[in-house]
């Protein structure tokens, strides 16, 4: 038995390395068509390797119709949001081309990947399920990643916080769908929230940060709805056990969320990486600043330490000088580190905020990841 599971850990390893390596280094498989034939061929391996099946829940019928009713509101509420926001024509249009590059092969993907999923899950320990967790996050990224360009650091950034914390939400509700209710239900679920793009010719025109949180927050909501009419007494003490685990999936969404928020800089906080030493021993290369959009610019005094946009470059330099010109004030800045201050002036529509405060250390692998991009 230990040698079966042996056998078992090094399988997951392994679709772990391969999972991780064709995403962010090598592009081993380089295709939704590769992937789909390589998931196909470890689904095929794990079906016949593991004979052990979990109890399904009796209502397991039931839960199917539900899920996927949920699946299309989804799509409903997703919708919804487009006729605020607008529309914009789909990148992957219905065509022969599409149907054999990308619809198949993300169907065989979908129904190989919940196969290996549930077979896992049915090896009810914490290494496997690690494991399993994982391998169904790389998975999901793997099936959206073709939508994101990756030619720029920004671009980098943006779709991997929006793939992979809305793959950490949705893979914990496949697994505990996938646990209770068969690989079935799961399987329709994501073919009706992944293959919309591909068939529908419009998609709504929602800003990232929510999409990633609504992706984030949806299957929370399907959990809930799902305890609540499927739930039972025999499952109660098991549902206790989970309680823990579910307020840690609660804390974890919210910190990502408002961790997206500031990313974006799109609401009254943002944060951004510092990507030079011109500031340096106030503010290092590598430190992340939190800044304020919603201030009073007729506030801003010598000596603050203000964002802003000058010859398409955003700076965070300290103001050393304000005058005042035809009724608009003009402001002088300059890095506590530079010699001299900055050329010229910036106006107050320049001004994209004002510095709170910094973080040490935190961004460094972002200004890593960034030289990468100039490199390239």
Known sequence: MKKDKIKLYILQAILVIVLTTSLFFTRLLNSKIELAL???????????????STRLHIRKKQATRLIAILSVIYLGIFYTFGIYTGFYKSLHTFSLTTLY????????IIISSEIIRYKFITIENKVSMVFNFIIGVLID???????????????????IGYLTFAAVASNLLYNYISKRFGPK??????????????????????????????????????????EDNFGNKKESLEIKKEGKSN???????????????????KFRYGALVIGSGSMRKTIDKGDVIVYDSKINKGEINVGDILVFEKEDRILVHRVIKIDTRNNAKL????????QMQ?????????????VNFSIPVIGRPTVWLNEMFKKK
């Not at 402001?331 to 530079?338: A, E, L, R, V, W």
């Open 247 to 265: 307020i840690l999936s609660i804390l974890s969404f919210s910190v990502m969320a408002v961790f997206i928020m500031l990313i974006s800089c």
């Open 38 to 52: 390589f998931l196909s061929a470890v689904g095929v391996m794990v079906y016949f390797l593991i004979r052990k």
């Open 331 to 338: 402001y002088y800045t300059k890095g506590d580190n530079n």
């Open 141 to 159: 990224i793997s099936i959206y990643s073709n939508l994101y360009a990756f030619s720029s650091l920004d671009d980098f950034l943006l779709s």
């Open 185 to 226: 239900p799961v399987i329709i679920y994501r073919l009706v929230i992944s293959l919309y793009s591909y068939i529908i010719p419009i998609i709504p025109d929602v800003y990232i940060f929510f999409r990633t949180f609504f992706r984030m927050i949806y299957p929370l909501i399907v959990y809930y709805i799902l």
């Open 101 to 108: 590059k990308y619809i198949i092969p993300i169907v065989a």
């Open 342 to 354: 900055d050329d010229g002036f910036i106006k107050e529509e320049a001004i994209l905020g004002r």
